[in-house]
């Protein structure tokens, strides 16, 4: 593999760092604008209720106050998958914390006065907080507008090959259903949107959203505007994972006040609003079942699924497009079928958070992997080598495998946790180790008719090179990489780079940023970019030079012909030259990078990314028995990212992630009681802090990928996946019984070891519970 | 607008308060900033800081006796190098109190008046046997710790009364501990937490108990000391069977909720198992036994190192 480059491969801190750690990085709720209002939401306390009527007459009389909407006074159109959902709830509320009314007015105090006087008759209706029990005949009807059955939002069937006959064949099988909780991306920026018309009328949006031209278009089908007079701009990100992907009510709720009041209105979540308002991670529950030979092939797969969608369709409803390829892909598995129901209940809904339902998947999938070894008396690890897919694979849902490190992955966590020397061994000390590996989309994922980017560069006479990206930073690290991409294809030093891409009236069309498809789409889509500039660039020299422009070479920003040490040109210099003449031309390139890929037929076969990346964690844990508390005492990672761009950023996406999932393995949760979060603050939700974290130790594997800018895949998600089902396991290994649900708290493990139970879905009638072998 | 006063004395915050109806005490602020926050303390009412008063300061010692004024911040409790070794469990409440920001904020008189059923320091004042002053109008009063918090967010302090600092003393030949059962590590209150106290006759493991106290945080709306110790463990080191019978006695005072941080089952039964624990580290200090300094936040001995291979 190349390694002679210039700038790819080095560890860069962040660009965007030194602003960020210092305080000077403006967000949007720190703008300030002449006569921004401010903006509050009236919300649902009620998980079901009729509304009977909503006055706002006293809010309206308050001096002070400039626009206060509600259902009855706005045209809104609906949103949401199925068009399940309307920014303003109209006739019934179906969660607590939906939309009832809103306000603009001078002052936060003000507009939380304005929201009291507002007066909301509800008439209450049954509700249903349990994704099981709404499915029963007789639950309440969630949308009974729609034509649905049962609260049955979607389904998402998929099956290949003979089931009945990879039983008959399978030497043992092993079945148990294994269960997630309700959590939240919880960014340290909260939800902000600032929006204001013109007096031609047109729209202005600043908000930190990730999906800017969909959110334009999605902004204008439902509020009837022209969406080529809609401007997004996106300041500085605090934070996403995932949360600010989705249009959301209140981003309509914004616009419509601003355009009742004829004032810019902003409107920021509290940290409250920020886990009742936004969006969350949909639990989601498995009943699984793997068979395998007796020599360990696996056989088959076979999950039934509910997916515990909350009151609408968000991003969350599509989850499953994730798990269903852990669940038909992770290792060779070839027969495999895949039933799932996304049922409403009468909570928050699921947007997309990090790692998209490969968490939920792999919990379920991974810690059968163990079940399996162990019933077949196989290492684990074997096991997986024995299954892991490889290049060249094809997977039933039509994944083309191309680079592929999972074996490497694999056996450097194995290795460097003196796995073969530890796992199983460590029963007395209550210590155990386990394991969990992943394939995640790391080639864009094509969603949509495009799953393409857009890139400009420019070349300035300083010698300033600006890169004009259609994708957006949320603090993952993207800027940095594309502008190492750009400065290493140009040969120009990385401080000569910048990259904008926070306004859609200048960049370039891009999905969005999702899918961990940023580095590869947006990083291919400026490598091209950059490409046609040096082109020019060298043109431009090969004038000065009088040389052809092939035999030249660009390093460090000096033009050279090899084996002639004079004849040089820096860089600036070959653009001034095309600049500062009659008939003078500037340096202006661009390109749009769409990856080779399909969208899934209604079979859900397609290869819909351009790669695959993989990755394994050996997690060890120190159990105390007789408090349930689990001490996570080292992460071991591996990490297959096809060429790591930048290092260091790839390690600290891996180590958040990592992190994040330790969170959600053994403290993250939002439980929910009649249909509220009772502690919606971050000093009750259980996100880890730095005594939480282990020590993480990564190896970052480099397969070098045929299609990604410089061999790189997508990482952004990778670190998430695997810790619910590595710390899982590694439980099991130390005091043995396995953690069937997470978050693992002390209560619930204390309660699995006394009892000794094998199955832990409460109130799940439905599922098969117990692991038999046969 | 909120009136904010900032008194040198003891005596000037108590005419204040009493010329201010309905006016608040603020100290580290880190309860009542979110109460006020939240609505569950009146947002306009004066406030009246009483981290200007000298007299309320310090952690000190004199012979045997400590004195921890009620503005003495979390912090300065848990890097008293004779507080870790002479009242220990004091030190393991302190470090373990939110984060080390919180800590250097918060005070000793706000968690105690803050009467909170998980308050961290009330259980170690309790077993340490500590007595508050509290300043009213009418003079001081003094008071035992335990009879201070009568409910949850409630206290025997009348309006218009500061405390002004805890005494408590620490002998020869004692040792107590602090344990507790969190969620997460660090930054959680506790599900359960649990102090020890043991006086002995001597050193060495054959060290008889003379007197002993336990005292159990967020498992009833106070902390509650468990009674009966003395006729369990009276006149004899602390054995298995001793400490099985602490733990049973311990579990049997609890009156708990189940709520985030636990089920009520689950921290009844932990709170058995931690004192046992804090019981036989308390023991160990007090008989000259004990050389580890601070003890593992849950009291189980644990390496926390792996000795997997790191790059
Ligand atoms: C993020 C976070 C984490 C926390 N973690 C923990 C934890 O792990 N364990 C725990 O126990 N607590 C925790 N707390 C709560 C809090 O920090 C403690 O209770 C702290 O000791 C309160 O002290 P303070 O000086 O800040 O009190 P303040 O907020 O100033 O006051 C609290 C109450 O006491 C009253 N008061 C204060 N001083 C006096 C006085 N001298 N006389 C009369 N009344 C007085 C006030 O009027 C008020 O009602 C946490 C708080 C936060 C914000």
Redesign the interface.
Known sequence: MRSDYAVVGKRIPKLDAPDKVTGRTVYADDLKLSGLLTAAIKRSPHPHARILSVDVSAAEALPGVYAVIHAGNVTQRPFGFGHDNTPLKDRVVRCVGDEVAAVAAVDAATAQRALDLISVDYELLPAVDDPFEALQPGAPRIHDELDIEGNVSMEWNFQTGDLAEAERRSAVIVSGSYSSPQAAPAPIETHVVIAGFDADGALEVISPVHMVFMYRKELADCLGLDWRRITVRQPPVGGSFGGKIDIDAHDFIAVMLARAARRPVKLAMSREEEFTGTRTRQPIHFQLRTGAAADGTLLFRHAEVVSDNGAYNAWGSHALLVAMNTVTSMYRVGTSRLNAKVVYTNKNYGGSVRGFGNPQATFAVEQQMEELADALGMDPMDLRLKNANRPGDVTPQGLEITSCGLSECLETVR????WDQ?RGRMRRQHRGLGAAAYVHVGGGARIYGSDGCGAMTKIDDSGRVALISGSSELGQGSETALAMIVAETLGVPLEAVSVSHDDTDVKPWDVGVHASRTTFVAGNAARMAAAKARDELLKGAAEVLDRPARSLTIRDGVISVPGEPTATLRYEKAVRRRLLREGSSIIMTSAFYDPPTQRQDENYVGNISASYGFGAH?V?V?V?P????V?V??L?AAHDVGRAINPMSCEGQIEGGAVMGVGLA??EEL?VEDGRF??PNL??Y???????AP?I???LIETADELGPFGAKGIGEGGIILPPAAIANAVADAVGVRPRSYPI???KL??WIETGERSHVDKRPQLVRDVNAR | MTSYYRPGSASEAVAILAANPGAMVIAGGTDLVIDRRLGRADPRAPLVDVTGINELRGVRWDGDELHLGATATISAIESDPAVIVRTSALAEAARVLGSVQIRNMATLGGNLCTASPAAEMVPPLMVHDAVAAIRGPAGERRQAVADVVTGPRTTILASGEILTNVRLRAPALSGSCYLRQTVRWAMDLAGVGVAAWVLTDGTGREAAVQEARVALGAVAPTAVLVPGLESLLAGAPPTTERLGAVSAAASAACEPISDTRGTAEHRRHVAGVLAARALSIAHARAAGLWSGGLAPVNGRASAVTSSGERA
């Open positions: 290795r460097k946790s003196s530890r050996v060890e120190e105390d007789d408090t349930g508390m001490r005492l080292g071991w053994l403290s439980p009772p502690a000093h009750d259980g996100m880890p802090t730095a005594m939480d020590p130790d990564v190896t708290r002390p209560w204390r309660r």
